[in-house]
């Protein structure tokens, strides 16, 4: 079964705590602090295998978490970082931002990789809080969160050329003819449920990777039919067959055939209107379609498009058509770059980037809101029923001078103000009481 679009949830691991402990030994009963960290979370990280061609594997689980990382101990011993989760996805799958629809990367060649939620940082250990003043600190953090998001794996073949018609013009038959591929062929609409590709050989090392992809009708470019479904297969090719059936049983003007395809492909993207086509004219073996051909040739000149006319069942033409195209192929090659979109990292990072922005408060529905200048990770990263840790985060509040602006905003003994996820009881006199 061919899949090629899944929406998964991605949560990469949580750091670890850092520790609390004090060195304790034979003939030191009051050693100094030495809790260390916790180690880091793993990260989620999606990779392109050059040995998948579908993302049927990730169809059946939506969400994917990376381990945790451990917590410090002590004797300054760090705790053990998280395994990374690796997702392997075919080459040329596309990461989106399933909320925004943003492109967090491009996997478009082999073992490019993104990072696409990151592991949190391991807590710091109470030795790391130790200084002249505070010399025995009961204070430790927790470990970092992983980031989480949902994403969207878009898989958008990658071929040289890309075969283009309406259903029955004979893509599928083209295919089977000059490749090893074999695809389901009958006599009704949307045969092809999926793409296919085939490599094609023409010897002396002059090959190329064709895809088949799926009829296209009036409409597609909003969904019409397959739609949307394939129409993405075609942005990473090179070069465009676009074969016509120019048989008259086939009751369909070629003419007017060839513009329609035209009009879906640029109302979908006008990059793929602009993409190099050979035109094909397909069953020119039965009676009737080499004038229908000649009016499609004729009609064509004026665009300096070439047509050849083929049979794909009797192979009649089928190796000129391939020449052609693969000398055309070579001269795009030679001067266009690679398809729009096709250019892929090797590797990239979604990273946490903590709020250096400056600290604000603003009141909403009669609470107090702290943001910006990193307090909130500050805060939720401290246990605060720890008392020595809960006066920590007061100094660090002053010396942000949080208690100033809250003062500013007019904040009275009673009110509530939120940093984060953590809500306090503020107090002008005493320590602030979750």
């Known amino acids: 079964m061919f899949v090629d679009s899944v929406r998964i949830m991605v949560k990469g691991g949580s750091g670890g705590n850092g520790a609390i402990s004090f060195r304790r030994e034979k003939y030191v009963p009051r050693g100094g602090p030495d809790g260390g960290d916790g180690g880091k979370g793993g990260d989620v990280i999606v990779a392109a295998d050059p040995q998948l061609s579908t993302l049927i594997d990730l169809a059946g689980k939506k969400r994917f978490v990376a381990e945790n990382g451990a917590p410090g101990e002590a004797n300054n011993r760090q705790g053990k970082s998280g395994s990374d989760l690796v997702i392997k996805v075919p080459v040329g799958t596309v990461v989106r931002d399933a909320a925004t629809g943003a492109v967090i990367a491009d996997l478009s060649t082999a073992h490019s990789v993104v990072v696409a939620a990151k592991g949190g940082e391991g807590g710091r250990g109470n030795a790391k809080f130790a200084n002249p003043v505070r010399q025995a600190p009961r204070i430790a953090e927790k470990g970092e969160p992983g980031e989480q998001l949902e994403i969207e794996l878009e898989l958008k073949l990658i071929s040289d050329v890309g075969i283009v018609g309406f259903p029955n013009a004979g893509k599928s038959t083209l295919l089977s003819r000059i490749s090893a591929a074999r695809p389901k062929i009958a006599d009704y609409p949307f045969t092809t449920l999926e793409p296919n590709l085939g490599v094609v050989s023409l010897g002396e090392g002059v090959s190329f990777v064709v895809a088949d992809i799926p009829g296209l009708v009036e409409g597609a470019h909003e969904g019409v039919g397959l739609g949307h479904r394939f129409l993405r297969h075609i942005e990473r090719t090179r070069l465009l067959i676009h074969l016509v059936d120019v048989s008259p049983l086939s ?119 702290v943001e910006g200048g990193g307090i909130e990770r500050k805060v939720a990263l401290v246990d605060l029923d720890n008392l020595d840790a809960l006066r920590y985060v007061q100094s660090i509040l002053r010396g942000k001078g949080v208690i100033e602006k809250l003062k500013e905003a007019g904040v009275s003994d009673g009110d ?4 984060g996820d953590t809500e306090f009881v503020y107090s002008d006199e005493t320590t602030w009481q979750e």
């Open 251 to 369: 009751l369909r003007d070629p003419i007017d055939d060839y513009r329609k395809i035209n009009e879906e492909l640029k109302l979908y993207s006008p990059s793929l209107s602009r993409k190099p086509q050979v035109v094909a004219a397909n069953k020119i073996d039965l009676p009737g379609a080499a004038e229908a051909c000649e009016r499609l040739r004729s009609y064509l000149s004026r665009e300096a498009v070439p047509v050849y006319p083929i049979s794909a069942v009797t192979g009649e033409g089928v190796s000129l058509l391939l020449y052609a195209v693969s000398e055309r192929l070579k001269r795009v090659m030679e001067t266009q770059e690679l398809g729009e979109g096709l250019s892929g990292p090797d590797r990239v990072e979604v990273v946490y980037r903590p709020d250096r922005s400056e600290v604000s408060v603003r009141r909403e529905d009669g609470v107090f809101i």
């Open 416 to 419: 509530t103000v939120r940093v």
